[in-house]
């Protein structure tokens, strides 16, 4: 059993919107194919990911390096002991070959596009789904439905607080009871009042959480933490610099509510420097990293081990990312909750329409792998990848 060609595309994000920082509007996700020797009703079984949302496709580093090192190794160096699958940890070494340690940036999401695709065609030659895989490989119970929150929130340039209200509100209608929104890209004082137009939608405020998406500087975290205290949102996420653990650890010992961060550390020892300088509280903070983003469930799974030796719970991550790949994931690995992106972010973002979101719960279908193929603006992508 052999993977005989590994096919690449950077896919446009449909996405015109923006947080205080990051406008999407020219945003590319890079959409890997792993084309096996293993035949199924004719037509080869394929493993297939992306390197999640949010940072760009990564079809240089997977060109130059890790797609050549892949298509190098001896085919039975990929195989699991017994031969019968495809090891994502062998995988994740033969292209990490001669890269030295640190400096996780956009590497990390490019060995998350091979990685995730090896988990993907691994279920596929099983004929299960990815969550049953990730469950069963890492010993987990999986729950049938997750709860999940709708991410949005965004700044618009008419009418922004009516239109803000609206997108909860679609939200709810679409079976949603727990939302996020931005703040950072207004004054402290616009972002109040956008926080309050919120709440009169949503309700209970610890049903609102609130992203900044690495904005501030320690005081201007602070000053916002005391603005907001006494709304008892649900949480505040990415107050400074992802690798500010000072920040983190200064805020938290003033802010009384929970605070999350995680989606822009990309690798082990960036989670290890969190949980030893951040001051996260048991219990408490939330944990975000994007698998898709960080090498993979093979690091990932790595990281969850760290956060659980230091004492925290694996319930306490929710994971960045909204589409199919984090859904599985966070199933397969009884995480805490997952995001959802509806109607943005496609073709990548949101779930497949057999993915049902009840009561604020999703639930991932029986579809084999990540069940990318049952997502109808991702389809026409996956065909013209594979020259369907
Ligand atoms: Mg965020």
Known sequence: MRIVEVRERAIPLQANIKNSVVNFAEHTVSLVAL??????????????AFDSIGRFDQSGILRSRFIPRLQAAEPASLLTEDGTLFSPEKVLATIMRNEKPGGHGDRAHAAAAIELAVWDLNAKLLGIPAWQLIARHFGVQPVDAMPVYAAGGYYYPEDNLGRLQDEMRQYQDLGYVRFKMKIGGAPLKEDVARIEAA??????????????????????????GRAMQDFGLRWYEEPGNPLDYALMSELGAVYPHRLATGENLFSVADVENLVRFGGMREGLDYFQMDPGLSYGITEFARMVAVMEKHGYSRKEVHPHG?????????????????????????????????????????????????????????????????GR
């Open 35 to 48: 084309v096996s020797d293993v035949v199924r009703d004719g037509k080869p079984v394929v493993g297939l």
């Open 199 to 224: 709440l009169k939608v949503v309700g209970d405020p610890r049903h609102l959480a609130v992203d900044a998406n690495g904005r501030f500087d320690t005081s201007t975290a602070i000053a916002y």
């Open 322 to 386: 909204g589409h199919m790949l984090a859904l599985h994931i966070v199933v397969g690995l009884g995480l805490g909750g997952s995001e959802a992106y509806p109607g943005v972010f496609s073709p990548f973002g949101g779930y497949t329409p057999g993915c049902r979101v009840v009561g604020g719960t999703v639930s991932p279908t029986q579809a084999p792998g990540f069940g990318l193929e049952e997502k109808p603006d991702l389809m026409p992508h996956i065909a013209d990848l594979l």
